[in-house]
C-alpha cells in the first residue's frame, strides 16, 4: 500500500469517528408518563436522531437495565411507541440505550393494580359459566380456573379483551371439588373468586337389543355442555372409535346412532369433557342377509341380484374375487329395494356377490362368469367423409362400442357405443384421411372381441354439417325432469379471476334456475364435498319437486365447499336414481365438477347401469376450469355413455353457456333408411353429414332436413 492511500483511509477513518460522536453528542430526550400500573402500556415519545440498533427500556433507579420488555427505536411511528410496565411496584427508569449506554431517561413510579370478579357461588362440572369482571383489562389480560389453592388449570381460560359488557364464559373443570376463577395480568393474579364445583349425571334410553351395524333411535337427558356427546364403550369400558354423536346435535334429547358390526354387550355412555356420568347396557345380535342371482353371467352383462337383509344405512352388495377382493361392481341397497343390478367382470372364472353391512359379510351367492363373442359386418372400402353402416352382433352390453382405428397408430379415429334398444345396425363415420383401418367391436372394459378391415378411399365431395338449436327456453314435459349434482369439494374452493370456483358455480347456478328452468319444472339438487372433510358423503339438498326459484337460489346461497373433502362423483350419479324414482318422463342429470372421482367408485359403470335399467335418462358432465385433457376425453365418453355431452367451461360466461345447453332437448337425426346416424344435444356442437336428406326428432319434435355439400343447415327444436 502506497504512502498516499494510507494517509487517505485513515483520514476517512478520522472523520467517520467525528461524525459518530458528532451525532451522540446531539441531545436525546425521553417523555414518558411519571406513574403507571403494574402491565400497563405506555406511550413513549423520543426525540433526536436514532443510531442503529437504539432502543428503549427499562432500568431500575440505579440505572441498571431490566430484562423483559423493549422497543427498537428505529421502528417507532412518529418517534413513539409503547412499552408495557414491570410486574413488580416500585421506581424505575424508561431508558433509551445508544451503544449499550443509556443517553437518556425519565422517572417512571409504577404501582399495584387490583381486579375483581362476580361469578356464580356453584355450578356444575364442564358447565360454560359466564364471569363479570373489573379490572386494568391490559393486553393479554386473562381470567383462568385456578385449584383452591391458586394454581393455574391449564386450558380453562379466557381473554377480557374478548369480553362482551365486562362479562365473559369460561368452562369449568371436569372434577367436582372447590376451585376458584383468577384474574391475570402478565401472568400475575391480582384477584381471584371462589366457585364450588358440583357433579352431574345423566341418564341414556335406549332399546334393550339391536342388530349389528343398525340405525337405531335413543333419547338422553344430560347437562348438554358443548362439546358432550354419546358414545358406544366395549365390555371393557374402552369408547368405541367412530360410535359417536354429539349432544348438541339431537333434536329434543333423541338423537340416532348406529351399533358396532361385532355382536356383543356393549354400553352407551354420556360424556361430558371426556367424563363418562351415565349410561345405559345394550346388546348387539347378530343379523344374516340372503342373496339369489343366476350360477353363470356372461363376461361384462348385467344381472339382477335378489336380496333380503337388514338394509341398514351404508349397505351394499359387492362383487368380489375368490380371494376376498373387490372385482369392481358394488351398489347400496337403499336405493334399490329386493334387487339390485350389477356388473360381471369380463375377467373369466368364478366369483361371489356378499352382502356387506359395516364392512362385514352378512350373506353371499357364488356364480360364474362365461366367455362372449362378437361379429362385425361392413363394407370393405368407404369413401371418405361419409357414413357407413356397420351390422354388429355380440353382448350389447352397455358401455361397449364399435371403434375405428388406425392400427399403426394409437387412439381412436370414430367410435360408436351399442344399444341394443335401437338395433344391431350403426352408422360410423369415416376419417377424410384415405387409408387402411381396423373396425373393432370392443367391451366396456376394453377387450377387443373382433376386429375387421376398412379402406377409406378419397372423398368425391365435402360433407354438410347440421346445427340443431332450442327455443330460448327448454319445454320439458310435465313428466320429465332435472337433477342437478354439484361438485364442492375442496378443489372448488381455488380461485379464479379473484372469486373462488364454489362462488362462481353458485351464480351460474343460481341464474340457471331462476331465468332459464320454467318455474314449476320437477327439479332436484345433489351437492357432495360439502358437509365433511375427508369423507365421500353426498348429500340431497333440494329433493325432487316443482321448482321453486326462490328456495332454489336460498339453499344454493346456503352451499360452501370444504377444504379435504372427497369427490365421489360414481355415488353422487348413482343416487341419483332413488333422487328420481318418481320420475316417468326424460330424467335429464346434470354433473359440475373440477375434478375426477376420489372415493374408488367407477363413473363409467354407474352411467352404464343407470342407462342398463330401462329409464330415459341422460347423463350431460359440465367440467369447470379442467386443463387435463385426458380427464377431459374421460367425461366425454362417460357423457356419450350417458346418452349425453361433455361441455368443458374454462371461465364463468362459458360455465353459464354451458349449463344452459346442458338442459336443452336432446334429438336423434336418422338417415332415409330409418337408420340412426348421430344423436347431440341441442345447441351442441354441429353434426358432419353426407350430403342427403335426413329426418330430425326430439321427443314429439321431427322436421325433415337436406344437407348440401359444404354447407350448414340449421334445425330449430319448438
Not at 478520522?14 to 406511550?43: D, K, M, R
Not at 400475575?188 to 341414556?204: E, F, N
Not at 338442459?663 to 346416424?677: C, K, Q, R, W
Amino acid at each position: 500500500m502506497s504512502y498516499r492511500t494510507l494517509s487517505r483511509a485513515v483520514f476517512i477513518l478520522i472523520f467517520s469517528l467525528a461524525l459518530a460522536a458528532t451525532a451522540q453528542a446531539q441531545e436525546v430526550t425521553i417523555t414518558a408518563p411519571t406513574e403507571a400500573g403494574i402491565n400497563q402500556a405506555i406511550e413513549i415519545t423520543v426525540s433526536g436522531p436514532p443510531a442503529k440498533g437504539d432502543i428503549l427500556r427499562f432500568a431500575d433507579e440505579s440505572g441498571k437495565l431490566l430484562k423483559g420488555a423493549y422497543v427498537y427505536v428505529g421502528n417507532l411511528k412518529n418517534n413513539k411507541g409503547k412499552l408495557a410496565a414491570p410486574l413488580a411496584p416500585g421506581n424505575y427508569l424508561v431508558a433509551y440505550v445508544s451503544g449499550g449506554k443509556i443517553v437518556a431517561s425519565s422517572p417512571l413510579t409504577v404501582t399495584a393494580v387490583t381486579a375483581s370478579l362476580t361469578l356464580p357461588e356453584s355450578a356444575k362440572i364442564n358447565e360454560t359459566i359466564e364471569v363479570a369482571f373489573e379490572g386494568p383489562v391490559n393486553s393479554g389480560d386473562y381470567v383462568q380456573m385456578i385449584t383452591d389453592a391458586g394454581k393455574p388449570i391449564r386450558g380453562l381460560y379466557a381473554y377480557v379483551g374478548n369480553a362482551k359488557n365486562g362479562v365473559v364464559k369460561l368452562r369449568l373443570p371436569a372434577e367436582g371439588g372447590e376451585y376458584g376463577v383468577g384474574y391475570f395480568t402478565g401472568k400475575m393474579m391480582i384477584g381471584s373468586s371462589p366457585i364450588s364445583v358440583q357433579g352431574v349425571t345423566a341418564t341414556v334410553t335406549a332399546p334393550e337389543s339391536v342388530g349389528a351395524n343398525e340405525t337405531f333411535e335413543l333419547s338422553f337427558d344430560g347437562p348438554l355442555n358443548n362439546g358432550d356427546y354419546l358414545q358406544f364403550v366395549d365390555a371393557s369400558g374402552k369408547p368405541m372409535s367412530g360410535l359417536y354423536r354429539y349432544a348438541g346435535q339431537a333434536k329434543d334429547n333423541v338423537t340416532k346412532m348406529t351399533a358396532p358390526v361385532e355382536p356383543g354387550s356393549y354400553r352407551i355412555a354420556y360424556f361430558t369433557a371426556k367424563k363418562d356420568i351415565g349410561s345405559t347396557a345394550i346388546t348387539v345380535t347378530g343379523t344374516n342377509a340372503t342373496l339369489a342371482m343366476a350360477e353363470t353371467v356372461p363376461a361384462g352383462a348385467h344381472f339382477p341380484v335378489e336380496w333380503q337383509g337388514p338394509n341398514n344405512s351404508g349397505d351394499l352388495v359387492r362383487v368380489l374375487r375368490p380371494d376376498g377382493s373387490n372385482a369392481g361392481s358394488y351398489a347400496y341397497l337403499g336405493h334399490n329395494p329386493e334387487t339390485v343390478t350389477l356388473r360381471a367382470p369380463e375377467e373369466l372364472g368364478a366369483y361371489r356377490v356378499a352382502y356387506l353391512s359395516g364392512g362385514q359379510i352378512l350373506g353371499e351367492v357364488s356364480f360364474t362368469v362365461t366367455d362372449v363373442s362378437a361379429k362385425l359386418d361392413a363394407p370393405a372400402e368407404v369413401e371418405g367423409n361419409q357414413r357407413f353402416n356397420v351390422t354388429w352382433q355380440g353382448p350389447g352390453n352397455h358401455g361397449d362400442l364399435l371403434q375405428l382405428v388406425d392400427p399403426a397408430k394409437p387412439g381412436n379415429i370414430a367410435y360408436r357405443y351399442v344399444d341394443r334398444e335401437k338395433g344391431n345396425v350403426i352408422a360410423v363415420h369415416a376419417p377424410n384421411l384415405p387409408g387402411d383401418y381396423e373396425l373393432r367391436y370392443r367391451t366396456h372394459g376394453g377387450k377387443v372381441l373382433t376386429a375387421v378391415p376398412v379402406t377409406i378411399t378419397p372423398a368425391k365431395q365435402e360433407p354438410g354439417s347440421l346445427q340443431v338449436i332450442a327455443a330460448k327456453k327448454p319445454r320439458l314435459g310435465p313428466e320429465d325432469a332435472i337433477e342437478v349434482v354439484l361438485d364442492a369439494s375442496g378443489s372448488m374452493l381455488q380461485r379464479q379471476d379473484g372469486d373462488r370456483r364454489i362462488d362462481i358455480a353458485k351464480r351460474t347456478l343460481n341464474a340457471l334456475v331462476s331465468d332459464t328452468i320454467p318455474d314449476g319444472t320437477p327439479f332436484a339438487l345433489r351437492v357432495f364435498g360439502h358437509k365433511e372433510a375427508d369423507t365421500c358423503r353426498t348429500d340431497l339438498e333440494i329433493p325432487l319437486a316443482p321448482l321453486s326459484r326462490a328456495a332454489a337460489t336460498a339453499r344454493v346461497d346456503g352451499v360452501t365447499a370444504m377444504n379435504l373433502a372427497k369427490t365421489p362423483i360414481a355415488d353422487s350419479l348413482a343416487q341419483t336414481s332413488s333422487d328420481l324414482r318418481a320420475v316417468t318422463g326424460e330424467r335429464i342429470i346434470v354433473l359440475i365438477t373440477d375434478g375426477e372421482e376420489t372415493c374408488e367408485g367407477n363413473p363409467a359403470d354407474v352411467i352404464a347401469e343407470m342407462r342398463a335399467g330401462g329409464d330415459d335418462v341422460r347423463v350431460n358432465i359440465v367440467g369447470y376450469a379442467i386443463d387435463d385433457a385426458a380427464l377431459q376425453e374421460s367425461f366425454a365418453l362417460w357423457a356419450e355413455l350417458g346418452g349425453g355431452e361433455y361441455f368443458n367451461a374454462s371461465d364463468e360466461a362459458a360455465l353459464a353457456a354451458a349449463l344452459t345447453k346442458a338442459i336443452n332437448p336432446s334429438f336423434t337425426v336418422m338417415d332415409e333408411a330409418g337408420t340412426v346416424i348421430g344423436e347431440g344435444i341441442a345447441g351442441g356442437g354441429a353434426l358432419s353429414l353426407a350430403a342427403g336428406t335426413y329426418r330430425v326428432t326430439a321427443g314429439a319434435f321431427a322436421q325433415q332436413v337436406t344437407i348440401d355439400p359444404a354447407k350448414l343447415s340449421t334445425v330449430t327444436i319448438e
